[in-house]
């Protein structure tokens, strides 16, 4: 099989930093939609695909918003918690970001009281993101340790290169500049939790305001 440069997916990767849609950079490769069954024959042609989930959203306008907020909340904490044992180590790379904001906020008050360790990085000691991680570490009562990214990108081509398989442009890849670092830390029986896009999901919905229990 000779790979064919998909030459929309590649000037995607140029502009965006990830091709569009279910494009690769191999014009005859593509990536399956998430939910979805793909069905081939015993020659690995397609005969067949089908969605068996699809996203709903019905909500209640007649319920108060807190009360709606609340079970978000309730289901937050356990989807976070549950898989999680009791007294655990977990390593929780923490940034202003919504998505860790409620991961912090769900370890914190989660039954068992799992031990976190938490880290933030930037690109300089004094960066704004890290001092802002640094605020949300504190405020749900985790030790914090603060990494500095030294430049990665040409030491490890090759790495980056293996783990992205070209899905993602490397300069949006900074955790590859402390990954001695995170292995360090998500050894033996620890647990690694990380969240991404919550802000996409969840900021239009106004909450932001009050507590750290209150903003996840």
């Not at 000779?2 to 569009?20: H, K, M, S, T, Y």
């Not at 402390?178 to 647990?191: I, M, P």
């Amino acid at each position: 099989y000779e790979p064919r440069i998909d030459r929309a997916a590649l000037g995607a990767l140029a502009r965006c930093g990830f091709p569009i849609g279910d494009r690769t950079l191999d014009d005859r490769t593509r990536v399956l939609p998430p939910a979805t069954r793909l069905t081939l024959d015993a020659a690995g042609r397609e005969v067949g695909r089908d969605r068996y989930w699809r996203w709903a959203h019905r909500p209640d306008e007649r319920r108060p918003a807190d009360a709606t907020l609340a079970e978000l909340w309730d289901l937050l904490r356990d989807l976070v918690t549950d898989p999680v044992p009791a007294g655990a180590a977990v390593v929780l790379p923490v940034s202003w970001g919504l998505d860790s904001r409620a991961l912090a906020a769900s370890l914190a008050g989660a039954p068992g009281a799992p031990r976190v360790r938490a880290f933030t990085s930037g690109y300089a000691p004094d960066s704004a993101e890290i001092r802002a991680a640094a605020v949300v570490a504190e405020r749900a009562g985790f030790p914090a340790l603060r990494l500095t990214i030294p430049p990665y990108l040409f030491d490890r081509a090759a790495l980056l290169a293996d783990a992205l398989d070209g899905a993602c442009d490397v300069t949006q890849c900074r955790q590859a500049g402390v990954r001695d670092e995170l292995a360090e830390l998500a050894v033996d029986d620890r647990f690694l939790l990380g969240g991404h896009y919550g802000d996409l999901w969840l900021d239009h919905t106004g909450a932001g305001d009050g507590d750290l229990a209150a903003e996840a």
